[in-house]
């Protein structure tokens, strides 16, 4: 040691011990298992994952087609008493094109989520990891929640709503093209509110928002459920309107909990 840094170390001892504390990372920030990779194996890899779920879509949505009947029907359950009529030639050959569609890309969503979750994890730190496994199953119990609840309450009370409207005046016939383009579009609206918790989640774990912050906007969140529960559903009643918008509000009163107890 030179006589200018024993000078410096006497005048201010605390300098090698910061030096040394600041060396020391912590283990939860560190990138287990990383490997070097260029531009070019990045966007290699990303095209790979995008070929194969798209081959994944494809061969669900081919068996959901192949099946598609059973599926039709159980969607036609909430409209019981209503008759569909085919009004175009080829109605319901489009129809049951869309609902493979939808149906194929749900069920090939555990699929795709993995891809996604297999590039981005050598990104990923230890404590990113760790919120990792929750945020997926959540996110998937969420939507297939969101899914049921929209099939068990807001479909039926839509068109128990639609169907009394009417009934001394029009007898019910439905086409079937526009019922499904109601039900499938409120389903998927449905599924996709619901996971607000999730990216609650998300925000107070990555510092963004606090939980604090996130309760002292009730009244713009209240704001925000109506205007919410009004564009996703694609009919005009107040009563569906009014179930969504309880239900938005719930589940970020539900996400302010789950943050408060991650501590953030």
């Not at 209240?222 to 009004?230: R, T």
Request: charged share 15%.
């Amino acid at each position: 040691m030179t006589p200018s840094s024993e000078a410096d170390t006497i005048i201010n001892p605390d300098i090698d011990l910061e030096g040394q504390g600041n060396s020391e990372n912590d283990p939860l920030d560190e990138l287990p298992g990383e490997v070097e990779m260029s531009l070019f194996d990045h966007l290699e890899e990303l095209r790979q994952r995008i070929f194969y779920s798209l081959i994944a879509v494809v061969i669900f949505v081919i068996g959901c087609f192949v099946a598609v009947k059973p599926i039709v029907q159980l969607l036609e359950v909430p409209a019981a008493g209503v008759k569909f009529l085919q009004l175009a030639p080829g109605e319901y050959f489009f129809v049951s094109l869309k609902v493979a569609g939808y149906s194929g890309l749900v069920l090939s969503s555990p699929f795709i989520l993995y891809q996604i979750i297999q590039f981005v994890l050598p990104g990923l730190t230890r404590r990113e990891r760790r919120l990792l496994g929750p945020i997926v199953l959540g996110s998937s119990v969420l939507f297939a929640g969101g899914l049921v609840f929209a099939y068990l309450l807001l479909i039926p009370a839509a068109l128990r709503f639609f169907i009394s409207y009417g009934a001394d005046v029009v007898e019910q016939i439905w086409s079937i093209d526009k019922y499904f383009e109601f039900v499938l579009l409120l389903l998927f609206s449905t599924g996709l509110a619901f996971q607000i918790p999730i990216i609650q989640l998300l925000l107070g774990n990555l510092g963004i928002v606090s939980s604090e912050r996130m309760l002292s906007g009730w009244r713009y969140v209240i704001m925000a459920a109506v205007i919410l529960g009004a564009v996703l559903t694609p009919s005009t009643d107040p009563l569906t309107q009014a179930l969504l918008a309880g239900a938005v509000l719930g589940l970020y009163m539900g996400g302010i909990g789950l943050v408060k107890l991650t501590g953030k």
